[in-house]
């Protein structure tokens, strides 16, 4: 691995090419701009420059300059964005172009001849490949059902490609799957917020200088986030105070005024005692819970809500439902009104009580705040402490700077994610920043901001696509079984009750065998898949257990728009820089092949890569907002977030999507993402308000870490985005090897020295790596970099250690639930 040269590249194709779409793309407004003039000689020619952007799932969303000289692609740098805060780079967008010509690249169609996993594959053409799997499929729609072919992708590019096997899925009806990545900020969030939006919870990065104290809490941008640690020390220099939340010592800790360490997996008891002190002091925000939150929403005894027909008056009918046409009916929740000493609809409340209700026509209520109240009572900061590891002083400190220098930005993204129970932390963290006002604000935000604000971009439309006629295609499979459960579902033939075949499976923009919990299960259900189609530039782990591989284009040799980052508040746009290398087509192009060859070749919005973004761009928000495809094309970054191109504040109106319109801060109903097979078992009671519910493995007092004492944390590569950019040598020279960080505490009770071999295994499976002594990481704790693959282990697969099981309630691999042991094998060097 590693080797940065391409094999069987046909030099004079990408020349004409280039030389193509030079005239091309000035007739489009994309003329490559010259740069070095002055200095050029009549020998030396200079380099055209493209417009690139960077789509990887690290979601910085940086705008690159693409330096082609002689018909290659030399170099890529940063390219200067309308506002040039955010015009950044890092070590991945400077080695671009390896990627683009590695010797791991797939040149052409090919199939399988020996055993799956083996990685011997034949030369075949795209007539051969398209037409094996569309015969598979067509057989099995015949004899199974449209369902029984799937289409599993993820964010591999958060450019088109994602959308576009979508758009497959719905026209033929196949069952769409993802595996799952980064779910409980949503199962906790959709409730609170309301709908998609949530994925933009945070502020632009830009109105970080605003915040007081910045809590990076689960969150390590020095790694994870580059560009958005650019502005955390910004803010720093400014004077605001950076706290940081996290069992490691990470990379981020050492920027922070205040490291506080905790035990893995208590995150949501340390939020609900920092809330208890916060109420204790009278710190919360009382007129933003009255007045954007349901906190005075009155509860019934057995624990649903007061409505106004509970107090006699007769619902009414509300506008239909426009999806299902079914009329709504509206019976307002009660809340308590100060004022006019009564209970009233919460829209005829002047001052909404939010504690202490006497009794509403015999009934006996409490309200929403009044429940969280209870609940934080027993999280106590000597009772959190124990829990939780940070001393009880630090618990009280914490809550003081909450409450008395805000504005607050507490920044998560995934990190306490991955483990089970994690929404709890979320929406305890939620709870937290809400109840103090911080959301909405400038300087103050609370969660996650992985995402463009909902609407701006035709997801919904391209994900159900109309035909020339104006007609829905049937759209993917109503239902969407879990990757967890892929051997159940073999095994029995049926999910939910319903028979389920599985025949064939197509992975695209996504290496599950790199990147998912649980492989040896997931290599299990791999191969009793009758057909395994996998659609990559690269040869990926994944690819090598493919029947068919489908060779796609690099990110420079199709035009795209990158929309989705936490970074930048700006679309990018993807100039065309070359014709795909080799036999490579775009991902748009081969669905279009795939739809053709099933008989389904009446949809527009396939015909071409332009029809395409056309297609993503057609949204009144974004007519609104003046974005057109041809004035990206033009201008190559627009500021979209904000329709008037002021700085972005996620819920600056206080519009939520819930059915109130207010911050949820009870569940009459849980939300549940996932219910597995075997039924719920959900505890609806503790589900509606903040808890605590300790992880499986993870949590130091399980069972599992009496048998296997190590809690196993996997950490990003600096170096790499997942499993992307491992063929780029320079890159592995700076990580040459996935190794094992251990507390040299721990090492020395185990005999264990820098560099050493060392095993860590548990009943799942076992890994072996060389080990290195990081004072940073708590004791019985390890950390391994994830996004290494087979080949770069001394022996086994970091994945073997993970379950793959998620926790009855988010649809979510735990990659850092995970209990292990650990012991010596060899002597390092
Ligand atoms: N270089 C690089 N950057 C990436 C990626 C990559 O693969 N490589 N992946 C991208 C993607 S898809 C994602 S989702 C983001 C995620 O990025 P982040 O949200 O930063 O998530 P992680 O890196 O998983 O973990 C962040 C921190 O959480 C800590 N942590 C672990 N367990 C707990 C816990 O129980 N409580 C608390 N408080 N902290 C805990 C970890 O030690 C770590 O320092 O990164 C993106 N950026
Ligand atoms: N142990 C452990 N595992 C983890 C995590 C962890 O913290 N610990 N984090 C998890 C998280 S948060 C995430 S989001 C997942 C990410 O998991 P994946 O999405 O599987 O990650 P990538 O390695 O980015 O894989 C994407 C694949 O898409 C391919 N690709 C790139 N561009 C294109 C394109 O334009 N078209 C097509 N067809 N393919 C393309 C790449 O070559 C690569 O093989 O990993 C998860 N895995
Ligand atoms: S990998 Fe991420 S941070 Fe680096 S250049 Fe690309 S988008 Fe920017
Ligand atoms: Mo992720």
């Not at 020998?43 to 690159?64: F, H, N, T, W």
């Not at 309200?367 to 002083?393: C, K, L, N, Q």
Request: with cysteine; glycine share 8%; proline share 6%.
């Amino acid at each position: 691995m590693g080797e940065s040269t391409s094999r069987g590249f046909t030099r004079r194709n990408f020349i004409k090419g280039a030389a193509l779409l030079t005239a091309t793309g000035a007739l489009a407004g994309c003329a490559p701009q010259t740069e070095g003039m002055q200095e050029a000689t009549t020998e030396v020619k200079p380099d055209e420059i493209y417009c690139g952007s960077c789509r990887g799932a690290c979601m910085q969303g940086c705008q690159l300059n693409v330096h082609v000289r002689d018909g290659r692609v030399v170099r890529t740098s940063a390219r200067e964005l309308p506002d040039s805060r955010y015009t950044r780079i890092c070590s991945k967008g400077l080695t671009q172009p390896f990627r683009m010509y590695s010797s791991e690249r797939l040149q052409y169609p090919m199939k399988r001849v020996g055993e799956r996993g083996e990685g011997k594959f034949e030369r075949i053409s795209w007539d051969e490949a398209i037409q094996t799997i569309t015969d598979n499929w067509k057989k099995n729609i015949e004899e199974f059902g449209p369902a029984s072919n799937v289409k599993c992708t993820n964010g591999g590019n958060l450019g088109a490609p994602t959308f576009v096997w979508s758009t497959l899925a719905a026209i033929l009806g196949m069952t769409s799957v993802g595996t799952d990545f980064d779910a409980a900020w949503s199962t906790a969030g959709t409730p609170m917020l309301g709908g998609p939006d949530m994925f933009r919870a945070q502020n632009e990065n830009a109105d970080l200088l605003n915040s007081k104290t910045i809590v990076a809490w689960g969150f390590n941008p020095v790694i994870s986030h580059v560009q958005t640690m650019h502005f955390i020390n910004e803010a720093r220099e400014n004077g605001t105070k950076f706290i940081v939340i996290d069992p490691v010592f990470s990379p981020t800790a050492q920027f922070a005024d205040w490291f506080i360490p905790i035990n893995a997996g208590t995150d949501a008891a340390l939020a609900m005692s920092v809330l208890n002190v916060v109420v204790e002091n009278g710190w919360h925000n009382e007129e933003f819970l009255k007045a954007h939150t349901e906190a005075p929403f009155l509860i019934k005894e057995d624990g649903t809500f007061l409505r106004m027909s509970d107090l006699g008056v007769e619902p009414t009918e509300g506008d239909p439902n426009p999806l299902t046409g079914e009329p709504t009916i509206i019976d307002p929740n009660v809340v308590w009104d100060e004022d006019a000493q009564q209970a009233v609809a919460y829209a005829e409340a002047k001052n909404p009580k939010l504690s202490k209700i006497p009794q509403v026509e015999g009934f006996t209520v409490k309200t929403e705040w009044e429940v969280i109240v209870e609940r934080i009572a027993e999280y106590g900061p000597d009772a959190a402490s124990e829990i939780t590891g940070v001393p009880a002083d630090d618990i009280r400190e914490l809550a003081r700077v909450y409450g008395e220098e805000g504005p607050v930005n507490t920044y998560n993204i995934y990190g306490f994610n991955h483990y089970f129970n994690a929404h709890q932390a979320y929406r305890a963290v939620n709870t937290l920043g809400f109840a103090l006002g911080y959301i909405g604000v400038q300087g103050g935000a609370t969660g996650s901001g992985n995402g463009e604000p909902y609407g701006l971009y035709n997801v919904v439309g391209v994900s159900m696509p109309k035909d020339a006629d104006g007609n829905y295609c049937q759209g993917t499979s109503p239902l969407s079984p879990p990757v967890s459960e892929f051997n159940e579902i073999f095994d029995t033939g049926e999910y939910q009750g319903q028979p389920f075949p599985l025949k064939s499976i197509v992975f695209a923009v996504i290496n599950p065998l790199g990147t998912n919990t649980g492989r040896e299960y997931m290599l299990e259900w791999i191969n009793k898949f009758e057909l395994v189609v996998v659609a990559d530039m690269v040869m990926s782990e994944t690819a090598k257990y493919a029947d068919i591989l489908l060779p796609v284009a690099y990110w420079f040799e199709v035009e795209d728009a990158l929309w989705q980052s936490t970074n930048s508040p700006f679309v990018l746009w993807q100039d065309k820089v070359c014709d795909p290398l080799y036999e490579s087509k775009s991902d748009r192009e081969m669905v279009k092949m795939l739809v053709d060859a099933m008989g389904y070749s009446n949809f527009p919005l396939l015909e071409s890569d332009d029809a395409y973004q056309q297609a993503i761009f057609d949204t009144d928000a974004l007519r609104q907002s003046g974005i057109t495809l041809d004035k990206l094309k033009q201008e190559k970054a627009l500021r979209h977030w904000t329709a008037d191109g002021s700085e972005f504040i996620a819920y600056k109106n206080y519009t939520f999507g819930t059915s109130s319109g207010l911050i949820s801060l009870y569940q009459e109903e849980p939300y549940v993402a996932y219910v597995p097979n075997s039924g719920s078992n959900v505890d609806a009671e503790r589900e509606r308000s903040v808890a605590w519910t300790p992880p499986k493995e993870a949590w130091i007092n399980s069972e599992a870490r009496k048998t296997f004492p190590f809690h196993c944390i996997s950490e990003r590569p600096r170096t790499r985005t997942h499993t992307q950019w491992q063929d780029v040598g320079y890159l592995n020279e700076l990580y040459p090897e996935p190794v094992c960080k251990i507390n040299p505490e721990d090492a020395s009770e185990l005999g264990i020295v820098e560099g050493d071999t060392v095993r860590l295994f548990n009943d799942r499976g076992s890994v072996v790596m060389r080990a290195v002594l990081h004072a940073g990481a708590p004791r019985k704790t390890v950390t391994v970099p994830r996004g290494f693959e087979m080949d770069e282990f001394i022996e086994g697969h970091f994945g073997n250690l993970s379950m793959h099981e998620y926790d009855g309630i988010s649809r979510n691999q735990v990659f850092l639930d995970c209990a292990i042991d650990i012991e010596k094998i060899e002597e390092g060097e």
